[in-house]
């Protein structure tokens, strides 16, 4: 793996972890919590995502892949990509909640909508920021070098459970997982890392335009449903 890859993986490493470490300042400062939360999340992500663009532009000099899909194959592979992440959502809910026993509900969807709420300039991370650190590491970096060394599931595999950590969701790692697996299939198919990026950007803009479409309480009554549907599938 070139060297400027591990700064990349730093970077986003640091980035994640920088919040942490200015915490014993904040009181310090007399700065409210959350303001300071949301304004640092923003500001390391930015930063995070420039410093990494810097860092790949010997891999942008180098121009596109013959195979590479052209902008019609772009647009229709990440529009089907997201049908596809979809699908692969949907099956590993039902593993999930049917099999597994796990409730249905992501935390960490959860904890991004309520800051979002309050502060709906966080959007920005969850729709454009992050969906492009995260292709570019997941997928990029981490599947692209193991998929050099072994078979495209293995390395898929293990570049989404990798990808699902990272979200601190174990509970859902079924679910991260089965979204890796059809990014990295975009990626390889197109052999264009923007069409993963876009399918996820996608996948994430619409999650937040629903959960701010619906009242928590709603959700909350639809998610209690969905349980007492479950039972009566399985006989419970």
């Known amino acids: ?21 200015l915490v014993p300042f904040i009181d310090m400062l007399n700065i409210d919590r959350f303001t ?6 923003i500001i ?9 663009l810097l860092l790949l532009r010997p891999d942008m000099r180098q121009g596109s892949d013959r195979n590479a899909s052209g902008a019609g194959g772009i647009i ?22 049917m099999v597994l026993g796990i409730k249905p509900g992501s935390e960490n969807t ?12 966080f959007i920005i991370i969850p729709t454009i920021i992050a969906p492009i650190l995260e292709e570019i590491i997941f997928r990029k970096i ?18 989404s459970i ?43 803009t619409i999650t937040v335009i629903a959960q701010f479409s619906i009242d928590p309480e709603e959700l909350d009554q639809m998610l209690e449903q969905w349980e007492k549907m479950q039972m009566i599938l399985i006989g419970g």
Do not use: C
């Open 76 to 97: 229709g592979w990440s529009a089907l990509g997201v049908a596809m992440a979809y699908m692969a959502q949907y099956a590993a809910v039902i593993i999930e909640t």
């Open 162 to 204: 990798i990808f699902g950590l990272v979200h601190m969701d174990v509970t859902h790692i079924i679910t991260y997982t089965g979204m890796g697996l059809v990014f990295a299939f975009l990626y390889v198919h197109t052999n264009r890392i923007i069409v993963p990026i876009i399918t996820h950007m996608a996948m994430n």
């Open 1 to 21: 793996m070139p060297k400027r890859y591990w700064y990349v993986i730093m970077t986003y490493i640091i980035m994640q972890l920088s919040g942490a470490f």
């Open 44 to 52: 390391s992500f930015v930063a995070a995502l420039v410093i990494t």
């Open 36 to 41: 300071f939360s949301v304004s640092w999340s």
């Open 110 to 121: 959860m904890q991004i909508m309520e800051i979002a709420r309050a502060a709906p300039i």
């Open 142 to 159: 981490i599947f692209g070098s193991l998929y050099k060394r072994m078979n495209f599931f293995i390395a898929a595999l293990a570049s």
